[in-house]
């Protein structure tokens, strides 16, 4: 009998809920409410319509915004785009100074080199050894022209979680909008944008058990803070994203976000428990390294190198046993070491060693210590054709 592979490559993407698959199927097939939410000069319509503004609420609530400041989008790829190229283009006037890191998601970073061939100044900050971005940096980058910050939550590599809170802080001192993609931290880690001054916020629904294809933009006080459409068509979402709206996606997400929201405590104990264990039970075969500061880092995602182990060996022994990831799902295919842990200053084995394994709710300690079996097992079969 064929062994299962078993996915530690939850920030990748993650399984849908059963919850959420549940919602979604009402709003599929002839028998569901499947109508166009857009066509409201009907009764059908307009019972699609009032079920968006349902989970575009229930979204809302689950982060501390208002409804009106949540944007649909097909994830924070999408998102990202929005809240860079938006601001951007509706701004520049303003100013044309913008502010990441070097290890921000593709999403954001390709949009910003993009920018700077339209003129934009980019400042790309440095993490420390750790992956912290610190906040004496980003004050020290800032210009008079500074017109956004933009910088991950936490880290899709690393775990680590930047001190967004403290950063959001002395940039609405300063005056200056802070954009931050959540997309590894929204349904795992406490979130309340009510009570931090983040301006934009991206997200993605499949990183918290939610469908694929689905995510938002949320625009804090959006009715001041225009932005500039990446499409243009019939209008909708406010003018933002104009498109036909994914009904059952948007069901999915929603349904998601609540049962995460309301779980967020237990899975956060339950995966910070299979973190542990599957870095004790590592540390038990073999000297390891974690890339990151553990103290700073979401239980969801460990990053590490085994000595002596290269990744792309490691990831091909166990590609039919242990799914495990060499970096950034969105950069598959490529086989430059990884540009977040090169920004942290890692080099060498530790760099080209490097894997990531990430995690979720409804993984358990047999489905963790049977993933350490597997890679141990690899790990020596390695050893001893060398």
Known sequence: MNKQPLYLDAASTTPVAPEAIAAMLCYLGSSGCYYNPSSTNHLPGQEAAASVDTFRTAIATAIGCEPEEVVFTSGATEANNLAL???????????????????????????????????????YLRPDSGGTINPDAVKNALRPDTLLVSLLHTNNETGVIQPVGEIASLLA???????????????????????TPIDLLSLSAHKFHGPKGV???????????????????????????????????????????????KHQAQDHSHVSTLNRLFIEQL??????????????????????????????????????????????ACASGTVDPSYVLRAMGIEGDALYGAVRASFSRYHTMADISLAVERIVAAVRRMQELD
Do not use: W
């Open 85 to 123: 190229r938006g601001i951007a283009h509706t701004h520049a006037s303003q100013g044309k100074h913008i502010i990441t890191s070097l290890i921000e998601h593709k999403s954001v970073l390709e949009t910003c080199r993009s920018l700077e061939r339209e003129g934009f100044t980019l400042t």
């Open 173 to 195: 001192d300063a005056g200056v909008l802070f954009h931050v993609d959540a997309a590894q931290a929204v349904g795992k880690l406490p979130l309340n944008l009510s009570e």
């Open 215 to 261: 995510g938002c933009l949320v625009i804090r006080n959006r009715r001041h803070l225009r932005l500039e459409p990446l499409l243009t068509g019939g209008g909708q979402e406010f003018g933002l994203r104009s498109g036909t709206l994914a009904t059952h996606q948007i069901a999915g997400m929603s349904v998601a976000l609540q049962l995460a929201t």
């Open 283 to 328: 540390e038990q075969n073999f000297a390891i390294k974690i890339h990151g500061d553990r103290e700073r880092s979401s239980p969801y995602i460990v990053n590490f190198s085994i000595y002596g182990i290269s990744s792309d060996a490691l990831i091909n022994q166990l590609a039919t046993e242990v799914a495990l990831s060499s970096g950034s």
